[in-house]
């Protein structure tokens, strides 16, 4: 897509006047979502680290501004302290607001639980889980006078787990409930807050995709869907997204239509295993919009609602 801002095309989403933070966007998705912002009229914080001589954050903030956009560079590490405070003051002080965050930054480990070093896993936590709840901390008091909103790149694994990535799979599972605590508590303020779950052929992703699919795994192909859930108009708060090759699916979490045993009798263990199966019966599931909703669903069941053990 090209940078140059179509705004009278009906199709494209008008962003002016809207300021975005993105994290980890010199490269791959967190890229693309800040070029897409910016085609679209946002002004962009782009936030990657600088090193080795690379300044992918400097090279994409004068791709953009050649094109037309707007966009300033900043280059903390997401984990530092100062980094979130020094994002957000980057929006506030270059153009006055803020109303969109993506989080995007993170690292993989790939390494099974047994053999992962503690302090690797604690790295990866800190990165992938602490650094966007450090950022939100920082930027809700600005998002909140917007009733802007907030995007966070998380994984499949988060939602299903993942052989050999266990602290990347326990980091993006926490940020997944962290990010539909943050609706929940958004709802009063109008803020929203949502989740993307994208397959990509990135840096970090090299070597878990399957050759045959790398040609329809280009980032671009997942941006339609974060801005769509970037989009002031869409009225989706804790929601997850499922996204790669332009194909995309909503995640939706439930539970199953389950048992009930009487409340006056004991439910023995030989009783228990022999009814167990029916608790994965997919017939009858039900979604809920928070935990106590699922409790206060638990607790109505009755020999109707649920199989009588």
């Not at 590490?77 to 980057?90: G, I, M, Q, R």
């Amino acid at each position: 897509m090209e940078l140059r801002t179509l705004i009278h095309d009906a199709r494209v989403i008008d962003l002016r006047g809207q300021v975005a933070i993105v994290t980890g966007a010199g490269k791959g998705i967190g890229r693309e979502i800040a070029r897409a912002l910016a085609a679209r009229g946002a002004s962009v914080v782009v936030n990657n680290r600088a090193r080795d001589g690379v300044d992918s954050a400097g090279d994409l903030v004068a791709e953009i501004n050649k094109a037309g956009g707007v966009a300033v560079a900043e280059r903390s590490s997401v984990e530092a302290p100062e980094a979130s405070d020094l994002l957000v003051a980057a929006a506030i002080e270059n153009y006055g607001r803020l109303d969109l965050v993506v989080a995007n930054a993170a690292i993989v480990d790939r390494a099974t639980f047994g053999k992962a070093e503690p302090k690797r896993f604690r790295e990866v936590m800190e990165i992938d889980f602490m650094a966007p709840v450090e950022l939100v901390r920082a930027a809700l008091p600005e998002v909140r006078k917007h009733s802007g909103r907030f995007l966070f790149i998380t994984s499949a694994a988060g939602t299903y787990g993942e052989y050999g990535v266990s602290s990347y799979a326990a980091a993006k599972g926490a940020l997944s409930a962290f990010a539909k605590t943050l609706a929940i508590e958004g709802r009063r303020d109008g803020v929203k807050a949502n989740l993307l779950a994208p397959f990509a052929l990135t840096q970090m992703t090299e070597g878990f995709v399957p050759h045959e699919q790398t040609k329809v795994m280009s980032p671009a192909m997942v941006v339609a869907a974060a801005m769509w859930l970037l989009n002031p108009d869409t009225d989706v708060t804790g929601q997850t997204i499922v996204a790669a090759g332009n194909r995309f699916r909503a995640v939706v979490t439930g539970e199953t239509a389950g048992l009930v045993f009487p409340v006056e009798q004991s439910v023995g263990d030989d009783r228990f295993a022999d009814a167990a199966a029916a608790l994965f019966e997919l017939d009858g599931w039900e979604s809920y919009p928070d935990g106590m909703a699922a409790f206060l669903g638990l607790m109505a069941m009755d020999t109707e609602s649920g199989g009588m053990a």
